[in-house]
């Protein structure tokens, strides 16, 4: 008989179809027309009632089936009784049928962490700005991102009606990255994708340093590596502490599964272990390829500025 999957392919596999349906739930709140939108620390720092129910979502799905992984994510929510119809059980098949790489095959639950962004860009959200929209599932062991699932609820929006709404990119450190087509940013340009609702004195003068060809500004950590490994930028650059690990570690995956790097503004990794604060103090700084060239730009005058 095949032996069973090891508990990593188990819990990408789950965290593929928990993905997919928070973007249910995420498409269903909007539709519904009430966001419930409530202010956390200002204008600029939102929750809504998809990154309540997405969070609840998640959190409880993967715990009834994973009791002993430590999950994290974004909100402070009420111990509330999740209902059944929050629950999701399923799994996704193809995800099982790939090998684990060798160096996870011995992993305990109680050695995971997964970082939970219920809904990456919320900003944009409540604008309208769905493109920017992600659900962020990211599994890590050892204080580093080896796993991570996206799932973009509004992908493909714009394409009209009869459009299949919604894709799941995911990948796994050793085998590489899924569901998207790997593009390189066209070469000799230097396409920065930085934030649209953060924007700072340091943020664009750490920009102009840089001598960019054109700057894209959009919502969201995961939208912002999905330009990157769509080649549509060739640098995220955010020289300011907003960033959190639930926002990097699902996209900081998948970056690395397919050869990219992603960095403080020092150029110093990102920890993922539970204790670790959850604040990316120093900024984020990431590319497909051609790291060195963006990060020996930095200006110094950023760097000290930007405390890890």
Not at 65 to 83: A, H, N, Q
Not at 189 to 203: A, G
Not at 232 to 259: M, Q, R
Request: aromatic share 6%; charged share 20%; with cysteine.
């Amino acid at each position: 008989s095949m032996a069973s999957p090891a508990l990593l392919m188990r819990v990408v596999a789950s965290a593929y179809s928990v993905a997919e349906k928070a973007a249910t739930i995420v498409r269903n709140v909007m539709a519904a027309g009430d966001l419930g939108i409530v202010e956390k620390t200002g204008a600029n720092d939102l929750q809504t009632k998809a990154d309540r129910l997405v969070q609840m979502s998640i959190c409880a799905s993967l715990a009834r089936k994973f009791p002993k992984v430590t999950i994290i994510g974004e909100e402070e929510l009420p111990p509330d009784e999740v209902t059944e119809e929050l629950i999701e059980d399923g799994h996704c098949e193809e995800i099982l049928k790939k090998t684990c790489p060798a160096q996870y095959t011995g992993i305990k639950e109680e050695e995971l962490v997964i970082w939970v962004d219920p809904l990456d860009g919320t900003k944009e959200y409540t604008e309208g700005l769905l493109d920017h929209v992600t659900v962020l599932i990211g599994i890590a062991y050892g204080g580093k991102a080896i796993a991570g699932v996206i799932n973009q609820p509004y992908y493909n929006y714009e394409a009209g009606a009869g459009a299949v709404l919604g894709r799941t990119i995911w990948g796994v450190l050793g085998i590489g990255a899924f569901g998207f087509q790997l593009t390189e940013a066209p070469a000799g340009k230097h396409i920065i994708v930085t934030t649209r609702s953060h924007s700072s004195t340091l943020v664009n003068d750490c920009i102009s340093a840089l001598n960019p060809d054109s700057v894209i500004r959009v919502g969201g950590a995961g939208n912002k590596i999905i330009q990157l490994i769509e080649g549509k930028a060739s640098a995220y650059v955010f020289a300011s502490p907003g960033c959190k690990k639930w926002d990097t570690c699902a996209p900081e995956a998948i970056l690395h599964a397919v050869g990219g790097k992603i960095t403080d503004i020092h150029g110093n990794s990102f920890q993922y272990n539970k204790e670790v604060k959850h604040m990316n103090s120093a900024g984020v700084l990431a590319t497909l390829r051609n790291y060195d060239y963006y990060a020996s730009r930095i200006p110094n005058t950023v760097k000290q500025s930007l405390v890890p």
